[in-house]
């Protein structure tokens, strides 16, 4: 389970330079979102059992390229969006909605989970089609602001 995180470490430095050097930072969020999606429907995919040890790393491997450019990209947007005095309050109201969503999404994963279940069969299909809507909502949200930013020309598109 260390993998996405050596990943990520490794990626934020570099994605975070490379966005600072050439900008684009809105394309990245999709790119990122769109690798998610891939994470999710990998493992949707993926045949149960002992035997997929190893093909289970490669989600892994996208999921850490995921969080890499996902962490690297979000955070610098937030001085440009909003304005540096109430900058702390919406730092604040992103934490707050992250913890709301680490609270609820567990609890409605594990109804899913259960749901779905059996003595003899335990299945994740259902908490995997969940994360990949939310993955949607979040692409959404991404096209939101890129055209609310005025697409290419925008200020969260620049250096």
């Known amino acids: 389970m260390m993998i996405p995180y050596i990943i990520t470490g490794i990626l934020c430095p570099i994605v975070g330079w490379l966005t600072d050097k050439f900008g684009k930072r809105l394309h990245l969020l999709f790119v990122a979102i769109i690798i998610l999606m891939i994470f999710f429907i990998f493992f949707y995919i993926l045949p149960e059992g002992p035997h997929?040890?190893?093909?289970?790393?490669?989600?892994?491997?996208?999921?850490?390229?995921?969080?890499?450019?996902?962490?690297?990209?979000?955070?610098?947007?937030?001085?440009?969006?909003i304005e540096e005095r109430v900058l702390g309050i919406g730092l604040a109201g992103t934490s707050i909605m992250n913890n709301i969503l680490m609270a609820i999404v567990p609890q409605i994963n594990g109804y899913l989970h259960d749901k779905e279940s059996t003595k003899t069969h335990d299945d994740y299909q259902l908490v995997l089609l969940f994360m990949l809507f939310?993955?949607?909502?979040?692409?959404?949200?991404?096209?939101?602001?890129?055209?609310?930013?005025?697409?290419k020309r925008g200020i969260l598109s620049q250096k």
């Open 134 to 151: 939310l993955a949607c909502g979040g692409m959404f949200l991404v096209l939101w602001l890129y055209i609310e930013d005025g697409g």
């Open 52 to 81: 997929n040890t190893i093909i289970a790393v490669i989600p892994l491997v996208l999921f850490g390229v995921f969080n890499g450019i996902f962490e690297s990209t979000i955070w610098p947007l937030y001085p440009v969006i």
